[in-house]
């Protein structure tokens, strides 16, 4: 038999610690309202920004395509597994971000690792901020290249950080766009401007930006209107505010061709359904034509941060549908979220490793199907929290 007391030791501090995670059930579909265990529970802590996950013109496109093209993929997109649907979209979203090209992935997770390993190699250097998603992390740890990490958003120490860069070492500097626990912006102008002082590359990951920011929803890089030289290599994610499945890199040619020969998770892993990629079709074109979806997320932050000024609540710099509130340790959170939901709301407790230690909060994401009367509900649970 094989020897696991040690996993049982881990998973027991893990409770003791008030980490130990667990899964809810849920038998609904994605929206406002959640049903889980037969109740039904009013929904802050989906990435589904702009409720397109259930739009039934992105359900009848994926049910047109299933029809056309059944469901699975069958293979890699280097064996046979590139469809129509996938290579529509790639164009689609070429156009979107303003790139050359575009190359699909199967997660967000997967391109991050994928692509900092194929531009990046033993002897280059990458530099990442502080509070990176996990799949940035692990990419840069995973490419071989040397591994630094200054400190959140701090252009000085990032500054320091690269003093010692040889003239012919390759370079990355890695960044969120729109940071995915603490909901503020990286300092794209100045980070794109030491990144071209310094010939490195700059890595833009924002998943939580794409639908919600820029004048056609194509996130932070539009609306600080980065163009391709500026930020060359452009990663977004499509199960977030797009409300479907899989993730991209935006970026020139050469970077894309490059990705396509040496991307080891790109070549080596199934196609995402082409049914799926047909979908995100459909709901590309609601991101880029429902501004409203945008004006409406931004009145509801807006609603949401003067009433929780108004109950002393401390919120972070954010402007965007992520709203944390920071409350301590890791027992703080859990009963927080659990007074919440006992009331029927449903708000994640966002615990370490995700978050610093000492910084468990309560992530608070908004829809645009969200109501002002939602908000409200929220804001006068939130007072009644126990202090
Ligand atoms: C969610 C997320 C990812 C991972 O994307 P998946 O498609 O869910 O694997 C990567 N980066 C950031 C910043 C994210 O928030």
Same mark, same amino acid.
């Given at each position: ?7 049982? !030791?881990t998973l027991d501090e893990l409770k003791q610690a008030n980490l130990y995670r667990t899964r809810r059930i849920i038998d609904s579909a994605q929206g406002v309202y ?18 397109? #996950?259930?739009?039934?013109?992105? @359900?009848?496109? &994926? ?10 993929? +069958? ?17 689609? $979203?070429?156009? &979107? ?6 190359? $699909? ?28 998603? #996990? ?23 990032? *500054?320091?950080?690269?003093? =010692?860069?040889? /003239?012919?070492?390759?370079?990355? @500097?890695?960044?969120?766009?729109? &940071? ?9 102008? !100045? ?6 002082? *310094?010939? !490195? ?17 194509? =996130? $932070? ?6 163009? *391709? ?6 990663? +977004? %994610?499509? +199960? ?5 499945? =899989? ?26 359904? /082409? ?6 079709? %459909? ?37 965007? #549908?992520?709203? /944390? ?30 978050? /610093? ?8 994401? &908004? ?5 002002? *009367? ?14």
């Open positions: 038999m094989v020897k696991q007391n040690n996993l049982l !030791a959640l049903r889980v265990d037969g109740r039904k529970l009013l929904n802050f802590c989906s990435n589904d920004y702009l409720g397109l #996950a259930n739009h039934p013109q992105v @359900i009848e496109s &994926f049910k047109q395509a299933v029809d056309k093209y059944g469901v699975g993929s +069958g293979s890699a997109h280097l064996v046979c597994g590139h469809g129509y649907e996938h290579h529509a979209l790639e164009e689609e $979203l070429a156009d &979107f971000t303003g790139r050359e090209r575009v190359l $699909l992935f199967s997660t967000g997770y997967m391109a991050n690792l994928g692509v900092i390993a194929a531009l990046m190699g033993k002897g280059g250097v990458v530099y990442e901020d502080k509070l990176n998603h #996990a799949s940035l992390l692990d990419g840069g740890l995973l490419s071989g290249a040397k591994f630094k990490r200054y400190l959140h958003n701090d252009m000085h120490n990032l *500054q320091a950080k690269m003093h =010692g860069l040889m /003239p012919d070492q390759q370079a990355m @500097i890695v960044t969120d766009g729109v &940071f995915s626990m603490d909901g503020d912006y990286a300092p794209l102008e !100045a980070l794109s401007e030491l990144a071209q002082q *310094q010939g !490195a590359y700059l890595m833009v990951d924002d998943a939580h930006g794409f639908g919600g920011l820029g004048a056609t929803g194509a =996130g $932070l890089v539009e609306q600080c209107q980065l163009n *391709q030289q500026q930020v060359p290599v452009l990663v +977004g %994610t499509l +199960g977030k505010a797009f409300g479907t499945s =899989g993730a991209f890199v935006a970026g020139s040619e050469v970077i894309i061709e490059t990705l396509i020969q040496k991307a080891r998770t790109y070549i080596y892993t199934t196609a995402l359904p /082409p049914a799926i990629a047909a979908a995100t079709r %459909t709901s590309l074109q609601f991101v880029i034509n429902d501004s409203w979806r945008r004006d409406k997320l931004k009145m509801l932050v807006q609603r949401f941060q003067t009433g929780a000024r108004q109950i002393g609540l401390d919120l972070m710099p954010s402007e965007s #549908a992520i709203q /944390p509130i920071v409350l301590g340790n890791s027992l703080q959170a859990l009963q927080a979220s659990e007074h919440l939901l006992q009331q029927g709301l449903w708000v994640s407790a966002i615990r370490p490793p995700t978050v /610093p230690e000492g910084s468990a909060r309560l992530r608070i994401t &908004f829809s645009a199907q969200h109501t002002e *009367q939602h908000i409200d509900q929220l804001l006068c649970a939130l007072e009644g929290l126990p202090a």
